[in-house]
């Protein structure tokens, strides 16, 4: 188990890092596309800061997903569950946070053979827009599409994609969208990170 010291060492380097820098849920595989089954997530993280966020968690929940509210520091979620969960075996998550959160579990990752399968980085624009920039699998990439037109409720979108991330390997692309939003708020002005963590799977 890494020590509080040596957790708080990641935390304090996630800090540093410049944040430009870009109950299982598991539905059945389609018979029709035949496409593999969702990898199946142990928990979906989300920031109660920030609304985005709270709107990404009431989907995700929605879908059946077990769902875990930080606000910012995931020292408690890791010391209290996550560690003793992985220690049994690794077991995908996902999330919508700030950069800090995410920039420590993957490092945590690493040591359970886990890796970050999908992220989108979400940065609003100087005009009140906000830009989705993805990398993950293309099937996922195809269904984000609409983000484009979702402004206010790309929350929810991101919620139904993360959900749907495939198993084991697939074809990887990267796309990016620019959404419009009904009018220029101050919410959720920290850029914002989707991700989801999956055990690495040898094909």
């Not at 579990?105 to 886990?114: F, G, N, P, Q, S």
């Not at 920290?190 to 055990?199: F, M, N, T």
Request: proline letters at 8%; charged letters at 20%.
């Amino acid at each position: 188990m890494a020590s509080r010291r040596e957790f708080l060492q990641v935390g304090f380097a996630a800090l540093a890092f410049p944040i430009s820098a870009r109950a299982a849920f598991s539905p059945a595989v389609s018979a029709q596309t035949g496409e593999a089954a969702p990898t199946p997530l142990y928990k979906v993280v989300f920031d109660e800061r920030f609304p985005a966020s709270v709107q990404f968690a009431e989907q995700a929940r929605k879908l059946g997903a077990s769902v875990d509210g930080i606000k910012g520091d995931i020292t408690s979620l890791w010391f209290h569950d996550l560690h003793y969960r992985w220690k049994k075996g690794p077991v995908a998550i996902a999330g919508l946070t700030a950069h800090g959160p995410i920039f420590c579990l993957e490092r945590l990752a690493w040591d359970h053979r886990m890796r970050v399968v999908f992220r989108a980085d979400h940065k609003r624009l100087p005009d009140g827009s906000i830009e989705h920039t993805l990398s993950g699998p293309e099937s996922v990439l195809r269904r984000a599409a609409d983000l484009g037109a979702d402004g206010p409720n790309w929350g929810s979108r991101i919620a139904n994609l993360v959900t749907q991330v495939p198993q084991g390997r697939s074809a990887s692309g990267k796309a990016a969208f620019v959404a419009p939003l009904a009018k220029p708020t101050g919410d959720d002005p920290e850029p914002l990170v989707s991700w989801v963590i999956a055990p690495i799977r040898s094909e």
